[in-house]
Each structure stands twice: as C-alpha cells, then as structure tokens.
C-alpha cells in the first residue's frame, strides 16, 4: 500500500503564500485520486481538491477555488498544493489521500490512504 508524506506546513501571516508537498512512497495506479482535505480544530475534515494520479484538471471546493493550487508531478510521484492569499480561517491540519474510483471525491471516507498530516498557522 502507498504511504504518503506531507510536508511545508508552518507560520505564516495573512496574505502569504505557501506550498505543500505530499511525497507518495511508490507510483500510484493511474486509476487513483488524489486529493488535499483540512481539519480545523474542532471541525469536521473538509474536503479541498482532488485530481487523478494520471493527469487531468483538479477540482475545487468553492472555498478555495481561485486561491489554491493542486499539481501533481509523477516523475518525482509527489503531490503539491499551492496556497496563496492565505486567510486566518485557512488555520488547519493539511491533510493528502488516496482513494480508487469508488465513492464520492469529496467525503473523506472515500480515502483508504492518508498522510500524517501538517499544520498551517495563518497569523494577522
């Protein structure tokens, strides 16, 4: 089974960008989603964007439609998520999951594989 690492988190202020990294241990099957989800504390994991392994536009909650960026680079097998204009509500566990072609891309409980997850700290 794929493992998945996310990294890029940390403090940042409003209005600043920054990237994450999800570095899957293997290559993916071509049937595979990806897909970025947030937990704030406190609140339900929320769905971000998803994108198939193979290629193909991503697809975005309405959230951060316009502010985030999926990207997924299969020669190095990581997964990227772009993040500008960073708002304090954006203050959360970034979460990367995998998932086949089952279920519904934007519930969590559709994913089999997780990463561990990494904090981002949108200050004033």
């Known amino acids: 089974q794929v493992h998945l690492v996310e990294s890029g988190g940390g403090l940042v202020q409003a209005g600043d960008s920054l990237r994450l990294s999800c570095a899957a241990s293997e290559r993916a099957d071509t049937s595979t989603r990806m897909a970025w989800f947030r937990q704030a504390s406190g609140k339900e994991r929320e769905f971000l964007a998803v994108a198939n392994w193979s290629g193909g536009p991503a697809i975005y909650a309405d959230s951060v439609k316009g502010r985030f960026t999926m990207s997924i680079d299969n020669a190095k097998n990581t997964i990227y998520l772009q993040m500008n204009d960073l708002k304090l509500g954006d203050t959360a566990v970034y979460y990367c999951?995998?998932?086949?072609?089952?279920?519904?891309?934007?519930?969590?409980?559709?994913?089999?594989?997780w990463g561990q997850g990494t904090q981002v700290t949108v200050s004033a």
């Open positions: 999951a995998a998932k086949g072609l089952r279920g519904y891309y934007a519930d969590y409980r559709s994913y089999d594989v």
